[in-house]
């Protein structure tokens, strides 16, 4: 299991200062197929990361699966449907103070390995260096 985190800070309105933080609990690179019928059928392979992203900030934040892309070679890829944001497909919400964890799946060519996963987190990005298995 390869880990790894980023991390991104920005001030907010009043001076406060908002932090989120994230770590790579395992990457897993080759997957054909995946349990969940939603995914579909990859074009190339299936790459599956599992992120912890923590806000530090003192108000929630939405976190939509539009706001995911991870990047490999150059290229840039959304997450696929099937990713799960915390309990849910779409979007989730992150308390303030609290963490989640992603489980992403991207739709990668094959023999591709991803370098960075990227998430949006209230205007700001949050890159995450990511080592594939």
């Known amino acids: ?11 907010a309105d009043g001076g406060d200062a908002t932090v989120a933080t994230a770590e790579v609990l395992e990457t897993t690179c080759a997957l054909s197929k995946v349990a969940d019928p939603l995914a579909g059928t990859p074009k190339g392979e299936f790459c599956s990361v599992d992120v912890v992203v923590l806000n530090g900030a003192n108000k929630a934040d ?19 449907v099937a990713s799960h944001i915390g309990a849910e497909y779409f979007a989730v919400t992150i308390p303030a103070e609290s963490s989640t964890t992603f489980s992403l799946l991207f739709d990668v060519p094959s023999g591709a390995s991803l370098e960075t996963v990227t998430i949006d987190l209230d205007g700001q990005s949050l890159m995450i260096p990511v080592a594939a298995e």
């Open 1 to 11: 299991m390869e880990q790894s985190s980023g991390d991104v800070s920005s001030s």
């Open 62 to 80: 939405v976190v939509f699966s539009e706001d995911i892309e991870a990047e490999f070679g150059g290229e840039t890829i959304s997450a696929n």
